[in-house]
Structures are given as structure tokens and as C-alpha cells.
């Protein structure tokens, strides 16, 4: 007897092992310190989800704005390009020859080629309002071929034909019409000391955003009744879009021979293409400060942590009394860490998705929230949650069960 019991004893003691929890069990353990601190549970989640808000947002409001850019390159073309009358080397304006639209069509891949010209005339709404207020609005005399060759459209009314362009009547661009108060053809305006009737409205020129300000007249009525010279001031033209640049070589000096440093040849689908990589450096910025908002928010949550650890020493004193290891204990806090983190990045996930959705409707643009947004903030704030809360957890787990009672 005097010999198996301590055999007993050793074998009892080899067989008792420390009581692991569940998945399950672990998850409901941390929950009840978030729920016993809902206000302060509720103000440390919200650092996290400003933080993840506003990187799913800007995300998403980059990438709607992005593929509505693409969108309009898609649809308006990316083989326009323009010639402009410019300065020589000593400065002096040097026209285009009136000749310069059948120049330019000559060229064997062109397969549209049109023209614009300043007129000197100024544009009131009436005789009433004096000639030096102008409403920002100016004259260009265009060919009837126009609109086709920038793929624009006509809101109200109609566009010159061959019988308008002889005629005193203007098509207003929409901000000029804006302007001076027109609201419908069939109205009048001033064009110097005459009246000339209104025929129709533009849609927004989105590739040549200048056209937005101008009256149009043909260029036969700009020559009769506006004293025009003829000569164009710029030259609009398409082609194929894999022989763009080899046309963009021969442009200027097709259009005049002899002096094609006075021409400025630009492609208006670039400035559309700078401002996508305008907008992406920005969405590097906004990412940076939804960073340092997410960053805020992690350390609000490691502050949360390390006070509910100072609050809850008689609690993880008698659990330790109890048995609980301190892996367990470890375990227990970094998981509210994790659902608390978690909490926050859920919901800043969806007012960000639906802040995206908000403002992408307004602007009507096609709202765009990539997944890889979501998982990758998702996974931001479980990894900022465990980072948080290591600390707080391995601080709880080294309190001694005694003077954690004994602290109470």
C-alpha cells in the first residue's frame, strides 16, 4: 500500500493536463469584457472604422472616378488631335492658311479633318447692356462638319447646316448660354451691332471644354456680316488611333509649310489622361491620412485594452486562482483586442462602401468598390487589432493570481 500510493499520486498528476478552450468558448470570453464596456467599446471601434471609412472611400471614389474617365476616353476617342495658330520667334500671330483643313485631309491617314475661327466681334445679350460687358462669352466662326469630328451633341435645337452657316444665327456653347440668359432657341443676342437668332444649344464639349464659351456662326456668315478674315485659328482631326503619332509628326508643317514652329499640335484626350494621374496621386495622399487615422484608431484601442487589464485584476486573479493558465489569459484579451478591432473595420467598411455609393450617384458616375478595398482594410484592423492588444494581453497574463486579489 505504502508503495502504490505515490506511484498512484505521480501517475493521477502525469494524467491532469491545463483545460484548453474551444474556438467557441474563447469567442464568448472576449465578448463579455466588450459587452460589460459598451460606451467605451463603442467610441475605441470608432477611431478603427474612421480610419477604414475613409481608405475604403477614397478607394472607391478614385476607381468610380477613374472608370468614368475611361469611360468618356472610350467614348470620345483617344486619335483627336489639334493644330493652333501661334506666335513666330520674334512673337508675331501667324495665321493658318484659309487653305489649311484641305492641307491637313491630304495626309493619307486622316479620315476627318475641320476647323474653328476667331471671330473680333463682342456678344451681348442685348443693345440695353454695353459693349464692354461681354459675359466671358467670345465668337468662332465653325465649319458645318464640327460636332461630327468631336463626337459632340446638340441639347436644344439644331446645329448649323448648309443653309444656317450663311444665315446671322449662332449655336451657344452651354456655359454661353448660361451666361447671357439663354434658355431656348429662338431667342436673340448681340454679335457687335446686330441681332442673330439663337438655333441651338451644345452639350457639354468634354474634349474641347473651351467650345463651352463661344458662339458659333458659319463661317460664311462670320465672313459677311462679321468682317471674318477666313483663317482658321484651329484645326480638328482624326485618324486611326495606331497612326495618331505618326500624324502628329507631320501636322504642324502640313499645315504650314515653312513655318510649322508657329503651330501648337496637342492631343486633347492627354489633359483627360493627366488628370487620371492627378487623381491617383491623390488617392496616395487620402491613403495616407485614412493611414494615420487607422493608426489613431489602433492606439485608442491598445488604451482601451491596457485600462480594462487594470480594471480586471480581481477578475483575472480568480480566474488564475481557478486555473487558468496564463496562455488562456493571453488568449482572452488579445481576442477582445481582435473583436474590437474587428467591430471597428466592419464598420468602417460599410460607411465607406456607402459613402462611395452616395457620392459616385451624385456625380453619376457608376459607384466602384473593389473587393481587394475591403479585405485588405478588413485585414489591416485585425492586424492593427493584434498589435494593440499584445501588450495589454501579456501584461494581464503576468499578473500573479495573488496580487491580483489582493489589489481588489
Do not use: C
Not at 467605451?40 to 475613409?54: N, P, Q, Y
Not at 509649310?257 to 491617383?280: F, H, I, Q
Not at 493608426?295 to 480581481?314: K, Y
Request: charged share 20%; glycine share 10%.
Amino acid at each position: 500500500m505504502t508503495e502504490e500510493g505515490p506511484m498512484t499520486g505521480e501517475r493521477a498528476r502525469d494524467r491532469v493536463k491545463p483545460a484548453r478552450l474551444s474556438p467557441g468558448d474563447i469567442l464568448r470570453v472576449g465578448a463579455v469584457g466588450l459587452r460589460a464596456r459598451r460606451t467605451r467599446v463603442v467610441l475605441s471601434a470608432l477611431g478603427i472604422a474612421i480610419g477604414i471609412a475613409t481608405m475604403v472611400a477614397v478607394v472607391g471614389l478614385s476607381q468610380s472616378s477613374k472608370s468614368d474617365l475611361m469611360a468618356k476616353l472610350d467614348r470620345l476617342g483617344t486619335n483627336l488631335l489639334t493644330a493652333e495658330a501661334g506666335k513666330d520667334a520674334v512673337g508675331r500671330h501667324v495665321p493658318l492658311p484659309k487653305s489649311a483643313v484641305a492641307m491637313v485631309e491630304r495626309i493619307g491617314p486622316v479620315r476627318h479633318a475641320t476647323a474653328t475661327g476667331n471671330v473680333d466681334t463682342r456678344i451681348r445679350r442685348s443693345d440695353v447692356v454695353p459693349q464692354e460687358r461681354t459675359a466671358g462669352v467670345t465668337a468662332q466662326a465653325a465649319r458645318t462638319d464640327l460636332l461630327t469630328a468631336l463626337n459632340a451633341r446638340v441639347r436644344q435645337g439644331r446645329w448649323l447646316d448648309r443653309a444656317g452657316e450663311r444665315l446671322p444665327v449662332t449655336v451657344l456653347g452651354s456655359v454661353a448660354a448660361e451666361r447671357l440668359g439663354v434658355r431656348a432657341p429662338g431667342e436673340k443676342i448681340m454679335m457687335g451691332d446686330s441681332y442673330v437668332v439663337v438655333v441651338g444649344i451644345l452639350e457639354p464639349v468634354e474634349l474641347v471644354p473651351t467650345l463651352d464659351r463661344v458662339a458659333l456662326v458659319g463661317f460664311p456668315a462670320a465672313e459677311k456680316y462679321f468682317g471674318f478674315d477666313g483663317h482658321p485659328s484651329m484645326i480638328f482631326e482624326r485618324s486611326p488611333d495606331g497612326t495618331v503619332e505618326d500624324v502628329r509628326e507631320v501636322l504642324a508643317r502640313t499645315v504650314s509649310p515653312g513655318d510649322e514652329g508657329s503651330v501648337k499640335v496637342s492631343r486633347p484626350s492627354d489633359a483627360l489622361a493627366a488628370k487620371a494621374a492627378t487623381d491617383e496621386g491623390l488617392t496616395a495622399l487620402m491613403l495616407g491620412l485614412g493611414a494615420v487615422a487607422l493608426l489613431v484608431g489602433g492606439v485608442g484601442v491598445a488604451n482601451t485594452m491596457v485600462i480594462s487589464v487594470l480594471e480586471r485584476r480581481a477578475e483575472i486573479g480568480l480566474r488564475r486562482a481557478l486555473g487558468a493558465t496564463k496562455g488562456a489569459i493571453r488568449l482572452q484579451f488579445l481576442t477582445e483586442s481582435l473583436l474590437l478591432s474587428a467591430l471597428g473595420g466592419a464598420v468602417g467598411a460599410v460607411l465607406g462602401a456607402a459613402a462611395t455609393y452616395a457620392f459616385a450617384l451624385s456625380r453619376e458616375w457608376v459607384p466602384v468598390v473593389p473587393p481587394w478595398s475591403l479585405t485588405a482594410g478588413f485585414a489591416a484592423t485585425l492586424v492593427i487589432g493584434m498589435v494593440a492588444g499584445l501588450y495589454p494581453a501579456v501584461r494581464a497574463a503576468r499578473l500573479h493570481p495573488t496580487v491580483a486579489l489582493n489589489a481588489t
